[in-house]
């Protein structure tokens, strides 16, 4: 496994699969993880992204546009303040990128607690492409916590392309 820092991110290499975490801010370039990762097939986890600014996101369309000349890139865990933001983008929509699974916001109507649940989006594939997003457990009290924002927020990613 190789460590990289850039910018503020810390990546993770192993074989096809990178390990994104930190920020996607005006520090970050990916044109240097475009060439660590093989040619062919790749997976990246940004479940540790914390924040994305109009600079990292344009880096990271970048990425994804680069990776996805090479091979399929599967992106796992994405993390809810990358989620929002690659629904912004209408490029991303009706399942052009494969996310195997995301984190949203939940919010449980029995307890009140909020939480980043990690959503299966290969399992919940026919409520999602619905734009309904699946109950989860809340960890507190055990209900079925909801979304906590627009289903657009989140889910615009998987709708069929209008
Ligand atoms: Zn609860």
Redesign the pocket.
Known sequence: MTTLRIGRLDVQLSGARAVLAGRLDDMVQLGELATRLPPGDVAIDTAGVTFVNSIGMREWVRLLRALRERGAVTLEAVSDVLMVQMNLLAEFHGGAVRIASFHAVYL??????EATPLVDAVVHAAVLHQMRAPPMP??????A?ELADFPERYLGVFAPRA
């Open positions: 449980c109507p029995g307890c009140g607690r809340c960890p507190e009290c055990g209900k916590m």
